[in-house]
């Protein structure tokens, strides 16, 4: 997958919201010769995941509405209760994508834990059910656990996220 540099990233930034180690991206990016010297608008391959474009899923998640909604080919299939960010630990606007899973992280993360490409975030289960449709949340996106469960098993890594108002 290929990553556009934005203004203010780092070389060791992207390597961590991508969950890559440094010299993987760098193995991956013959050209940079010095990892100090990247710049906005540069094109960095990120090892290991396909194409967000190559996979015909796609997450909308509505923060106002607390929804997931999840499409194939640009119709959405499904739509899901979720639990968003508090007032000060907002779940974060913007484009993402899966970039990693982990199956039973334990505490509060339920059954099921997807990895946003934004170091810290992702879309996990819960072991407070009650939570779903507020908004109570580190920034995290809740799901029921059986909810969540369905959606690792439909979507890949590299699946586009798109996190709205």
């Known amino acids: 997958m290929i990553h556009i540099v ?11 919201n991508y969950r890559r180690r440094l010299r993987e991206i760098l193995a991956a990016n013959p050209s940079i010769t010095n ?4 710049y906005p ?7 290991g995941l396909p194409e967000p474009q190559s996979i015909p899923y796609s997450i909308y998640v509505s923060v106002g509405s607390k929804t997931l909604s999840l499409s194939r080919n640009g119709r959405v299939i ?20 899966i970039v990693n899973r982990e199956p039973n992280p334990g505490g ?9 490409s934004k170091k810290g975030y992702g879309i996990h ?9 507020k908004a109570v949340s580190k920034g995290c996106i809740r799901m ?21 108002p």
């Open 78 to 97: 499904k739509t899901y209760p979720i639990a968003t960010g508090k007032m000060l630990t907002s779940t974060p606007i913007g484009d993402y994508i």
């Open 125 to 133: 289960g819960t072991n407070d059910p009650s939570s779903i449709g």
């Open 144 to 164: 029921f656990n059986k909810d969540v469960l369905e959606l690792a098993r439909t979507v890949p890594n590299g699946t586009r996220v798109t996190i709205r």
């Open 41 to 47: 608008g540069q094109r960095i391959r990120i090892p």
């Open 6 to 16: 934005k203004a203010g990233e780092t070389l060791n930034m992207i390597a961590g």
């Open 108 to 116: 509060p993360f339920g059954v099921m834990w997807l990895s946003l």
């Open 35 to 38: 990892p100090g010297a990247i």
